[in-house]
């Protein structure tokens, strides 16, 4: 069922554990998302960014695929517009009937990030929907973002932040960043921060930039409080090698196999996902019936 995402992190919030939020932008990765959480008797959130919705995921196709797909199964599926900064844009998906929006105004000075942020959650609350700000900023990978402290999130303006936005969840920025990290580079979290925002907000945290994080880091950072996890760069390295692999194996295969073979090896990796954050076996309403690929 499609549902709510503040309803997904309260949960989650309340008993520690981490829920898989994956970039899709077609029917391979929405449907290897939401089938591997079926299978695992867990939430999953499934999200698209503005560039992502331009150039290929486009809302009008990705809602109805979205939607269809989460009525099939018997687990919470959420539908988020990932990092959205335009109001127009931001105003469509809520009508669409995205269950969460995202306001990314995390390179604005912060009293402008607040005030947008509130207006968002005005306009997205009488909706029904939800909404997730982000405070500091998680930049990029490849710019060594991750070890800017200067972007890192102050508690205090954090609580300061929450108390008069309304937001439902927090995107922090604690030692990631987005995209592929320098080769050999794991990054370094702050784990004392990240433990004194949760005790400061008491709240669902959000985690941009999961990938090429490390297993270790990932599961301190959901046992110290935080809920959502955003993965987009390295479920698109297993796609793309298992694609590859296809090709390598026999270099006559036809499209639709190697989008089959895709799927297939994203669906694994967002079961190992879940497991290793903790979000299987929440849903154990009995299974439901799907006719996709194994
Ligand atoms: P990665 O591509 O680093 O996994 O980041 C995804 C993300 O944070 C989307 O908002």
Request: aromatic residues 6%; charged residues 25%; proline residues 3%.
């Amino acid at each position: 069922m499609l549902t709510s995402m503040k309803n997904i992190l309260e949960d989650s919030h309340k008993h520690y554990y981490g829920v898989m939020a994956m970039n899709c932008v077609n029917i391979e990765m929405a449907r290897a998302a939401i089938m591997a959480a079926s299978e695992e008797n867990s939430p999953i959130i499934i999200q698209i960014g503005p560039k992502q919705m331009k150039l290929h995921g486009h809302k009008e196709e990705m809602y109805p695929l979205v939607k269809d797909l989460a009525e099939r199964v018997h687990v919470p599926v959420a539908l988020n517009l990932d990092h959205g900064t335009d109001y127009d844009v931001i105003a469509d998906c809520i009508n669409t009937g995205f269950t969460n929006v995202m306001f990314d105004g995390s390179s604005l000075p912060f009293e402008e990030n607040l005030q947008k942020t509130e207006i968002i959650c005005q306009l997205a609350h009488m909706a029904g929907c939800s909404v997730e700000a982000e405070l500091g900023h998680v930049g990029m990978a490849v710019d060594d973002d991750d070890e800017n402290f200067d972007l890192f999130t102050n508690p205090e303006q954090a609580k300061d932040f929450v108390e008069r936005t309304g937001v439902d969840c927090l995107a922090v920025a604690i030692g990631t960043a987005h995209g592929d990290y320098p080769k050999g580079r794991v990054p370094k979290l702050d784990f004392e921060r990240l433990a004194l925002l949760k005790k400061t907000l008491d709240m669902p945290l959000v985690l941009h930039g999961g990938s090429g994080t490390g297993e270790e880091n990932i599961k301190k950072a959901v046992s110290l409080g935080i809920n959502k996890i955003n993965v987009a760069t390295d479920v698109c390295t297993v796609a793309k090698k298992a694609m590859l692999d296809e090709v390598e194996k026999n270099p006559k295969i036809d499209y639709v196999s190697m989008c089959i073979a895709a799927e297939k090896s994203m669906k694994e990796y967002v079961k190992y996902y879940i497991n290793l954050i903790g979000s299987n076996n929440r849903f154990n309403f009995g299974d439901v019936e799907y006719h996709g690929h194994e």
